[in-house]
Nanobody, 125 residues
Framework: QVQLVESGGGLVQAGGSLRLSCTAS????????MGWFRQAPGKEREFVAA????????YYADSVKGRFTISRHNSKKAVYLQMNSLKPEDTAVYYC??????????????????WGQGTQVTVSS
């Protein structure tokens, strides 16, 4: 069983930056593909970014491409989401997710087995 804990959320003005972190318990974090999702009030949870087990491949939703960067540090059992040029529409609860895989990254929330509790990101205009 893997437990994921997000941190780094908060309130920021439009155009600002935040860095989210997700740390994992468990022995072998490097075996896991990881992803970030978000859910705004009244909306369904949506994909933000994903990264494969090695950190060598990543994929982004069109809405965040060029502004957000996903990365990981396997020895620290952590995955990060650097968010720049934030917009009010980025306001949401952000979740990290993981699944055991030594292959590709995954884009659908239904492909992930483990989830964090979420961290709130609020972008003011």
């Amino acid at each position: 069983q893997v437990q994921l804990v997000e941190s780094g959320g908060g309130l920021v003005q439009a155009g600002g930056s935040l860095r989210l972190s997700c740390t994992a318990s468990g022995r072998i974090f490097s075996n896991y593909a990881m992803g970030w999702f978000r859910q705004a009030p009244g909306k369904e949870r949506e994909f933000v970014a994903a990264i494969d087990w090695s950190g060598g491949s990543a994929y982004y939703a069109d809405s965040v491409k060029g502004r957000f960067t996903i990365s990981r540090h396997n020895s620290k059992k952590a995955v990060y989401l650097q968010m720049n040029s934030l917009k009010p529409e980025d306001t949401a609860v952000y979740y990290c997710a993981g699944r055991r895989s030594l292959g590709r990254y995954y884009l659908s929330e239904y492909e992930y087995d483990f989830w964090g509790q979420g961290t709130q990101v609020t972008v003011s205009s």
